[in-house]
């Protein structure tokens, strides 16, 4: 098993841009989740899904969207960059809610110029 | 409001025994969680625990005291791979959300 797989590693973008970052787990799990990073702030839930069709917000949602058409896809968008979206993405999963293990992606470092 | 306190940094040495403590304010709590993170590295699990005692797991224990809103990591045997940032994170609420605290950046030193 990959576990969970997370694309891009690194990425650029300048203000304003859009991009979509990649997550895909082979576990079979339900619950699938997105964080950002940041020094001093902790990790910080942005949107989660329970199942494939089911999303909702977390704790920062603004400026991002996300879709769960498949139970192993989780793509994170980005709808117009900004410099405050400047983190370290980690995308989990995890076999139920948030009671259970949750496994990460190896993240995705973004920085917005 | 929910909140949850660990210590920023601490030092210790190799082969010597480290206990990170926290401390959690939280409503409808649900368990307590430990992960440790390497620098630059993913998040891994380390424990959960629900109900109050100690979890033992290898060279790494986990205690939780419910009714003080307290958990404490304790590792054994200190070895330099062990140098990384252990996370506490609360299960609370009705929607079981998790808190997360800021992480305890522990350090081990030859």
């Known amino acids: 098993n990959a576990g969970v797989t997370q694309t891009p590693k690194f990425q650029v973008l300048k203000t304003g841009q859009s991009m979509t970052l990649q997550c895909a787990q082979d576990?079979?799990?339900?619950?699938m989740s997105w964080y950002r990073q940041d020094p001093g702030m902790g990790l910080r839930l942005i949107h989660y899904s329970v199942g494939a069709g089911i999303t909702d917000q977390g704790e920062v949602p603004n400026g991002y969207n996300v879709s769960r058409s498949t139970t192993e896809d989780f793509p994170l968008r980005l709808l117009s960059a900004a410099p405050s979206q400047t983190s370290v993405y980690f995308c989990?999963?995890?076999?139920?809610?948030?009671?259970?293990?949750?496994?990460f992606g190896p993240g995705t470092r973004l920085t917005v110029t | 409001g929910q909140n949850i306190d660990q210590p920023t940094e601490m030092t210790a040495t190799e082969g010597a025994i480290v206990q990170i403590n926290c401390t959690y304010q939280?409503?409808?709590?649900?368990?307590l969680f430990w992960y440790q993170q390497h620098a630059g590295e993913a998040p891994t699990f380390l424990s959960y625990n629900v109900l109050d005692g100690l979890e033992e797991k290898g060279r790494f224990s986990s205690f939780l005291s419910r009714s003080k809103g307290y958990s404490y990591l304790l590792l054994k045997e200190l070895q330099m791979k062990d140098s990384a940032s252990y996370l506490c994170?609360?299960?609370?609420?009705?929607?079981?959300?998790?808190?997360w605290g800021l992480g305890t950046s522990l350090a081990v030193n030859p």
């Open positions: 576990m079979n799990h339900e619950y």
């Open positions: 989990a999963s995890s076999t139920g809610t948030q009671t259970y293990e949750q496994y």
């Open positions: 939280t409503s409808g709590f649900n368990g």
């Open positions: 994170a609360a299960l609370a609420g009705n929607n079981r959300k998790l808190i």
